[in-house]
């Protein structure tokens, strides 16, 4: 079996694909563990940088962020500059202090539509964690709590909305799977480049 550090050496060797960075997307659905596989596989990277697309989105653009981030976030790191971008915070609903993301050999970007079509012109591999709608979600109600539950609400309707008509999981490069003592992953839609191999580290409850 391989160690995760097998995929990052996989992804670390893609060519290019923004600039100088090889960008790679985690999507799936709200709750389905991209924020903890990630976290594991920037450290397989060497402290490769994340990018955590719910800073990006707000109460009011869920899915409608791609120009800010576009233009806070991908121009700069096409041309080889650092990224000067401001994260959002969804207890006081506005922008936060700015932040600075450095256009690093890899850098990942994890969220729900980090795969969709607007962007997959910039990634260099997309990764899709293979959990079940139904599952996500309840993962994601048992973690925020009951007074979040309208606002999952509102989520869910949009996400359905948004892989409806922007789906993501046909485009992955691999399909990312959980289990009980780690995580695997296979490779995605044919005439996509696979990524294969599986990974057995343990691992924390899943975020995100």
């Known amino acids: 079996m391989h160690r995760l550090e097998d995929l990052a050496a996989e992804l670390a060797a893609l060519p290019p694909s923004l600039g100088p960075v090889r960008l790679i997307a985690v999507d799936g659905h709200a709750g389905s563990g991209k924020s903890t596989f990630t976290g594991l596989l920037a450290t397989a990277l060497g402290g490769a940088p994340v990018l955590h697309l719910d800073d990006v989105a707000t109460h009011e653009e869920l899915f409608a962020w791609t120009g800010r981030l576009r233009a806070q976030v991908l121009e700069p790191l096409s041309a080889g500059r650092a990224a000067h971008w401001s994260p959002y915070d969804w207890v006081a609903r506005r922008f936060g ?11 990942l970007m994890e969220g729900v539509g980090a795969g969709r079509r607007e962007l997959r012109p910039d ?4 990764l899709w ?5 139904a599952d996500s979600w309840g993962r994601g109600r048992r ?9 999952w609400d509102g989520w869910e309707r949009a996400e359905r909305a948004h892989f409806a008509d922007d789906p993501s999981r046909p485009f992955a490069h691999a399909l990312v799977h959980q289990r009980d003592t780690g995580y695997e992953w296979t490779s995605g839609a044919p005439g996509t480049p696979g990524i294969l191999g599986s990974v057995t580290q343990g691992h924390d409850l899943p975020r995100a």
């Open 97 to 107: 202090p700015e932040r600075v993301l450095e256009p690093a050999p890899v850098v």
């Open 129 to 133: 964690m293979e959990t079940p709608r």
């Open 143 to 151: 973690r925020d709590g009951a007074e979040l539950s309208g606002f």
């Open 123 to 126: 990634l260099a591999g997309l």
